[in-house]
């Protein structure tokens, strides 16, 4: 299995609701990440599990909490969303997080497309 | 100065020629780069990573590594229709003592039939 999945694919919610964006991938890997990209621009990192700690928190609202329950999962709590939060959430995941090649590759999911009303 | 510089075109290519991509980095610590293709809708997916300086060859497909212009290529031989996507230039820098991903702008290829 190399794939990484995440659930849903297609996300709507009101300001006021409380909802998660989940991620799974069986392929071993030890480290993984949450991506927000907007339309016509790169991915910015949000957020780097490593071994289910976190390692790097880029400064991220509060309304946006990690989960890693373990080393195959990884979860995106979100809550109290402004509409300016709408993107496409991407998770990744490597064999390791680091700067040995080529066990920092990343592999990206499908993305989990989130509209804030 | 931006860390990852791409052109971001749009880059038009006809059908059967060679794309050309190109990247420069600012942070000279880098050691691992790579490049991705997200076509419109869809999330980015990895087609090469390179780590030493030279070439790489896979398929249609060859990235080059220049660590002393801190400048890394993709090129695309027999360009398809289906190479028609954005272009996701990414450097492995230093952060909070791990190390994290920075994109380019992405570079939009269009392969003429």
Redesign the interface.
Known sequence: DTEVTQTPKHLVMGMTNKKSLKCEQHMGHRAMYWYKQKAK???E?MF?Y?YEKL??NESVPSRFSPECPNSSLLNLHLHALQPEDSA?Y?CASSQE???R??Y????????TRLTVL | QKEVEQNSGPLSVPEGAIASLNCTYSDRVSQSFFWYRQYSGKSPELIMSIYSNGDKEDGRFTAQLNKASQYVSLLIRDSQPSDSATYLCAVNVPIQGAQKLVFGQGTRLTINP
């Open positions: 621009k790169p991915p990192l780097v490593s390692s790097i496409l991407l997080l680091g700067n090649w080529p920092n590759e990343q592999f990206f999911g499908p993305g």
